[in-house]
């Protein structure tokens, strides 16, 4: 019994572990969802000589003169670019055209007005995800090494069962709003950002592990409060019924005992009351 609760505490520790290490990447990482925009050609310079307009001329003065009309044959699809970006909570960064690198701005800034509070709450619903992923980890990791009876560790398997579900149920509601915020700010974002085409991305893939490692975790440790709560009370009832097959043995054995000692006390009397009746019958005899 003990060995089978240690190695079932073992793996829900291990499952919050891996939960929590899966819900801190995601949140503090930009790849939530990635994908394309696309975005008009720059100019080509000096410093920029493909994936670029070439305008007829002379660059020099086209670059310096803003009032000289520009002419390319490049038309429909041929004009623009097609960047890569990607998203997190807090950062969007996209592709640098220009340069390399990339540039970042913040997602909140570009979140619609409307989708803001829905976006905060999805943030203080991650917070709060993984600081009750904490405190369950934490309980079970107690309950695994520093439970001396099994009435403790039932109590703080209890808790930390309490604790996961409840942070798995924040996880879920916060990974749901976060994107609604972003399929709204796809369709109504500022339009020098709104994807050309975009999926989710290796965050997002690691936040919903996250949920299915903290759910797995909870089943576990709520098993295994359930498991030993039923082979708790089965010993106890073996026990019971052994105690009381022992007391009615005794009590059987002590009925049997006054039984056979009242049967040898009449025995005993009945043999003096003999003895002494006998010498009266003696002296009644005719000489």
Same mark, same amino acid.
């Given at each position: 019994?003990?060995?089978?609760?240690?190695?079932?505490?073992?793996?829900?520790?291990?499952?919050?572990?891996?939960?929590?290490?899966?819900?801190?990447?995601?949140?503090?990482?930009?790849?939530?969802?990635?994908?394309?925009?696309?975005?008009?050609?720059?100019?080509?310079?000096?410093?920029?000589?493909?994936?670029?307009?070439?305008?007829?001329?002379?660059?020099?003065?086209?670059?310096?003169?803003?009032?000289?009309?520009?002419?390319?044959?490049?038309?429909?699809?041929?004009?623009? &670019?097609?960047? $890569?970006?990607? @998203?997190? *909570?807090?950062?969007?960064?996209?592709?640098? !055209?220009?340069?390399? #690198?990339?540039?970042?701005?913040?997602?909140?800034?570009?979140?619609?007005?409307?989708?803001?509070?829905?976006?905060?709450?999805?943030?203080?619903?991650?917070?709060?995800?993984?600081?009750?992923?904490?405190?369950?980890?934490?309980?079970?990791?107690?309950?695994?090494?520093?439970?001396?009876?099994?009435?403790?560790?039932?109590?703080?398997?209890?808790?930390?069962?309490?604790?996961?579900?409840?942070?798995?149920?924040?996880?879920?509601?916060?990974?749901?709003?976060?994107?609604?915020?972003?399929?709204?700010?796809?369709?109504?974002?500022?339009?020098?950002?709104?994807?050309?085409?975009?999926?989710?991305?290796?965050?997002?893939?690691?936040?919903?592990?996250?949920?299915?490692?903290?759910?797995?975790?909870?089943?576990?440790? &709520?098993?295994? $409060?359930?498991? @030993?709560? *039923?082979?708790?009370?089965?010993?106890?009832? !073996?026990?019971?019924? #052994?105690?009381?097959?022992?007391?009615?043995?005794?009590?059987?054995?002590?009925?049997?005992?006054?039984?056979?000692?009242?049967?040898?006390?009449?025995?005993?009397?009945?043999?003096?009351?003999?003895?002494?009746?006998?010498?009266?019958?003696?002296?009644?005899?005719?000489?």
């Amino acid at each position: 019994m003990k060995t089978n609760r240690r190695c079932r505490a073992l793996l829900a520790v291990s499952l919050n572990l891996m939960a929590l290490l899966f819900s801190t990447t995601a949140f503090i990482t930009t790849h939530w969802c990635e994908g394309t925009q696309r975005v008009p050609k720059p100019s080509c310079g000096k410093e920029k000589k493909t994936n670029c307009l070439n305008y007829g001329g002379n660059e020099t003065a086209n670059e310096t003169n803003q009032n000289v009309v520009h002419y390319s044959w490049e038309t429909g699809d041929d004009r623009f &670019l097609f960047r $890569y970006f990607h @998203t997190g *909570i807090w950062y969007s960064c996209e592709e640098n !055209i220009n340069a390399a #690198g990339e540039k970042c701005r913040s997602f909140i800034d570009l979140a619609p007005a409307s989708e803001k509070g829905v976006l905060w709450l999805s943030v203080v619903s991650e917070v709060l995800y993984i600081m009750l992923l904490v405190v369950g980890f934490s309980l079970m990791c107690l309950e695994l090494f520093h439970s001396s009876s099994v009435i403790d560790g039932l109590k703080l398997n209890a808790f930390a069962a309490v604790f996961t579900v409840l942070s798995g149920l924040l996880g879920m509601v916060a990974h749901m709003m976060y994107t609604q915020v972003f399929q709204v700010t796809v369709s109504l974002g500022p339009e020098d950002w709104r994807p050309h085409s975009w999926d989710y991305g290796w965050s997002f893939c690691l936040a919903w592990g996250s949920f299915t490692c903290c759910m797995a975790a909870s089943v576990t440790t &709520l098993n295994s $409060y359930t498991k @030993t709560v *039923i082979e708790f009370r089965h010993k106890r009832k !073996i026990f019971e019924q #052994g105690f009381r097959e022992e007391q009615n043995f005794l009590d059987q054995e002590a009925i049997k005992y006054f039984r056979e000692r009242s049967v040898q006390s009449v025995a005993r009397s009945g043999e003096l009351f003999m003895d002494s009746a006998s010498p009266r019958k003696s002296r009644l005899l005719p000489i």
